[in-house]
């Protein structure tokens, strides 16, 4: 008796779950929608405070001045108001940013958020401002300035092969770039401004395209993206001489004895130079200064050298000696 109890009030509770009963569900569905309708809007009616973030928009003359940094686009604000402004106001639906037209830039960096109280109040549109959450806010703008900086490159970088010497000056065309961007930025840049040769290993006569690079794309702008660049590659020859070393710093009464020389001295030159190239403009020194007591060596130095020389060396490129005394 008590199982078919227990089974009745099973079935009763059930029977709305019965594919009979989809009409049923209708209408529950139907009250739930309208109880909530009526929940949300009587919610919505209400006055309420709480934090949003708000837009703000900063007033500026694009034509004397940039940011060099992206601004803050929004600030947290405490407000009063109605659920229906409320929620206008956080999905941003026709909400007018607040305008910032600060005084003092570029030097002024950064303002108070209460500061931007006025800006904000004046655009709440139903909405109480009660306070500026955001304690401050940070900018960095600089002067927009155009210079025109002459082309070059660097010569010390051309990469040639081996016995081989690049030929100047070079021909740049354009021979000049116009910047335009911070006054800050553009003051680091070298005057002329330098170009990067992308290629290595000349051997003969170099025409290319060579692009105008730098480290601030975002902010500075220029009137060429790269410059066509000349020059001439040339291979050299080389010739060897044996030079009698100028001793220096050597104590008097000591005989010296090369004990790995003598000093061969290797340079290169161009051919039509060979002519005006003679032994005797070179001179090498051995400084006793410079003497290393660990080996018993001397470092060389070229003291001069032939006008048009390029590429000069001295082998031995340690000099072991031997002192005796006289």
């Given at each position: 008796?008590?199982?078919?109890?227990?089974?009745?009030?099973?079935?009763?509770?059930?029977?709305?779950?019965?594919?009979?009963?989809?009409?049923?569900?209708?209408?529950?569905?139907?009250?739930?929608?309208?109880?909530?309708?009526?929940?949300?809007?009587?919610?919505?009616?209400?006055?309420?405070?709480?934090?949003?973030?708000?837009?703000?928009?900063?007033?500026?003359?694009?034509?004397?001045?940039?940011p060099v940094k992206p601004l803050p686009e929004e600030v947290m604000i405490n407000v009063t108001g109605k659920?229906?402004?409320?929620?206008?106001?956080?999905?941003?639906?026709?909400?007018?940013?607040?305008?910032?037209?600060?005084?003092?830039?570029?030097?002024?960096?950064?303002?108070?958020?209460?500061?931007?109280?006025?800006?904000?109040?004046?655009?709440?549109?139903g909405l109480s401002l009660n306070f500026v959450v955001t304690d401050t806010i940070s900018f960095d703008f600089?002067?927009?300035?155009?210079?025109?900086?002459?082309?070059?490159?660097?010569?010390t970088q051309v990469k040639v092969a081996a016995g081989h010497a690049f030929i100047g000056p070079p021909k740049?065309?354009?021979?000049?770039?116009?910047?335009?961007?911070?006054?800050?930025?553009?003051?680091?840049?070298?005057?002329?401004?330098?170009?990067?040769?992308?290629?290595?290993?000349?051997?003969?006569?170099?025409?290319?395209?060579?692009?105008?690079?730098?480290?601030?794309?975002?902010?500075?702008?220029?009137?060429?993206?790269?410059?066509?660049?000349?020059?001439?590659?040339?291979?050299?020859?080389?010739?060897?001489?044996?030079?009698?070393?100028?001793?220096?710093?050597?104590?008097?009464?000591?005989?010296?004895?090369?004990?790995?020389?003598?000093?061969?001295?290797?340079?290169?030159?161009?051919?039509?130079?060979?002519?005006?190239?003679?032994?005797?403009?070179?001179?090498?020194?051995?400084?006793?200064?410079?003497?290393?007591?660990?080996?018993?060596?001397?470092?060389?130095?070229?003291?001069?050298?032939?006008?048009?020389?390029?590429?000069?060396?001295?082998?031995?490129?340690?000099?072991?000696?031997?002192?005796?005394?006289?």
């Amino acid at each position: 008796m008590p199982f078919n109890k227990t089974k009745h009030a099973l079935l009763w509770l059930l029977r709305p779950f019965s594919p009979k009963q989809k009409q049923y569900w209708r209408v529950v569905l139907l009250c739930f929608f309208t109880a909530s309708t009526f929940w949300l809007l009587n919610a919505l009616n209400k006055s309420y405070t709480t934090q949003v973030s708000y837009p703000i928009l900063f007033k500026y003359n694009p034509r004397q001045l940039v940011p060099v940094k992206p601004l803050p686009e929004e600030v947290m604000i405490n407000v009063t108001g109605k659920g229906w402004k409320l929620l206008r106001k956080n999905l941003l639906f026709n909400v007018r940013p607040a305008q910032l037209t600060i005084s003092g830039l570029p030097q002024l960096k950064r303002l108070p958020g209460q500061a931007l109280r006025p800006a904000i109040a004046n655009v709440l549109d139903g909405l109480s401002l009660n306070f500026v959450v955001t304690d401050t806010i940070s900018f960095d703008f600089d002067r927009l300035v155009t210079r025109k900086f002459p082309l070059t490159i660097d010569t010390t970088q051309v990469k040639v092969a081996a016995g081989h010497a690049f030929i100047g000056p070079p021909k740049i065309l354009p021979d000049s770039v116009t910047f335009t961007g911070p006054e800050l930025i553009l003051n680091q840049f070298s005057n002329p401004f330098l170009l990067s040769l992308p290629v290595q290993n000349l051997t003969g006569p170099y025409k290319g395209e060579v692009p105008v690079t730098h480290d601030y794309t975002s902010l500075v702008k220029a009137d060429v993206s790269e410059a066509e660049v000349q020059f001439n590659v040339l291979p050299l020859e080389r010739k060897e001489v044996t030079v009698q070393p100028v001793l220096q710093n050597f104590p008097a009464d000591h005989q010296l004895r090369l004990v790995n020389g003598p000093l061969i001295l290797h340079y290169s030159y161009l051919p039509r130079h060979r002519e005006t190239i003679l032994p005797e403009q070179f001179q090498v020194a051995l400084d006793f200064k410079k003497f290393n007591s660990a080996d018993s060596t001397i470092v060389p130095t070229v003291l001069q050298k032939a006008a048009n020389t390029k590429q000069v060396a001295i082998l031995p490129g340690k000099v072991k000696i031997s002192l005796t005394p006289q």
